[in-house]
């Protein structure tokens, strides 16, 4: 491959890694503002309706909660269950959302700061053999 090819490759590798990195970065800014200043509310989980049998499988359940300001909110869930800790339908969970826009949502316990760890390191990693690929292309002859 010559130079210009491996450097095309490399941009957009590095377009990519720096994509991955700012959504990680952005996922765990949300979260956190959220936790900051949202407040604390117990919703009840209910499972949507029904769907047909060739729509997707395992829909998210729903979240109906009451705001401080006396709204009743029902929302998707923000996380999927887990076989360990799975969202029955008349469970009871603790969430923090956020007052100026109460459907976003953070379930306690259930943020998952891992997946969004997982693209910022991801995300570093591509962008870096990117930097590596470009530099290694350029000093050979």
Known sequence: MDRGAVAVLAGIAAFGG???VLA????????????????????????PPVRSADE???PRPLLQFV???????EIVCPVAPARRRPLADGD???????????????V??????GVER????GGA???VLSLVLVTVACTRR
């Open 18 to 20: 720096l994509l991955g």
């Open 24 to 47: 990680g970065l952005h996922g765990l800014r949300q979260v956190r503002r959220v936790q900051r200043t949202g407040g604390y509310v117990p919703a009840l989980v209910k499972q």
């Open 56 to 58: 997707s499988p395992a």
């Open 67 to 73: 705001t401080d300001d006396g709204r009743i909110m």
């Open 92 to 106: 009871r969970v603790l969430l923090r959302y956020d007052p100026a826009d109460p459907r976003t949502v953070v």
């Open 108 to 113: 306690e316990g259930r943020e998952r700061l």
């Open 118 to 121: 997982a693209f910022i390191a």
């Open 125 to 127: 990693v591509v962008l």
